[in-house]
């Protein structure tokens, strides 16, 4: 079985500029979440879909990211403009269902901004 | 505002010892308890999961919950320096996650 799939694995980009990561979960996967991780930290829940539904988005900064998963499928995360704060590691997950699944980590991508 | 608390580290122990890694939650509505580890560079990897108080094993690892003390640990036995990793404790209440900061822990050959 694949796992969780996440593009790029790097991205170096300037403040002010604009970003998007995608996320393909594991097949038959109804839950998506967008974590954000910074170094020595735990993962930060960002969104999280049902389907293609928000179930929550209350860290999301909304004035600069954006998610959408449009299919039900994969998704993407933007950030535009980003700032140097942004530098992190953002991960990916997918779950059967919500709460009680257990959530399966794509490879991350990590992320730069100078 | 939700938390998960672990046991500050880093840890280490010998090869061949028992680890052990505690956490402590906040919410008394968490109804499920997850185990990751994290290697360097690379995302977190389930371990396992835990749902009713009591213990739960899977080969060298075995997880313990007690609900009314809001407490979960993770005891890693024979640890190899294989093992030396970040753990991280995560707990759900309804729909949503929460991660704790994790504990670095070091096998020392």
């Known amino acids: 079985e694949a796992g969780v799939a996440q593009s790029p694995r790097y991205k170096i980009i300037e403040k002010r500029q604009s970003v998007a990561f995608w996320c393909n979960p594991i097949?038959?996967?109804?839950?998506l979440y967008w974590y954000q991780q910074i170094l020595g930290q735990g993962p930060k829940l960002l969104i999280q879909?049902?389907?293609?539904?928000?179930?929550?988005d209350s860290q999301l900064p909304k004035d600069r990211f954006s998610a959408e998963r449009l299919k039900g499928v994969d998704s993407t995360l933007k950030i535009q403009p980003a700032k140097l704060e942004d530098s992190a590691v953002y991960l990916c997950a997918s779950s059967l269902g919500t709460g009680r699944d257990e959530q399966y980590f794509g490879p991350g991508t990590r992320l730069t901004v100078t | 505002q939700k938390e998960v608390e672990q046991n500050s580290g880093p840890l280490s122990v010998p090869e061949g010892a028992i680890a052990s890694l505690n956490c402590t939650y906040s919410d008394r509505g968490s109804q499920s308890f997850f185990w990751y580890r994290q290697y360097s560079g690379k995302s977190p990897e389930l371990i396992m999961s835990i749902y009713s108080n009591g213990d739960k094993e899977d080969g060298r690892f075995t997880a313990q919950l007690n609900k009314a003390s809001q407490y979960v640990s993770l005891l890693i036995r024979d640890s190899q320096p294989s093992d030396s990793a970040t753990y991280l404790c995560?707990?759900?209440?309804?729909?949503?996650?929460?991660f704790g900061t994790g504990t670095s822990l070091t096998v020392i050959p």
């Open positions: 995560a707990f759900s209440v309804g729909n949503q996650f929460y």
């Open positions: 879909f049902q389907n293609n539904g928000v179930v929550d």
């Open positions: 097949s038959g996967h109804a839950t």
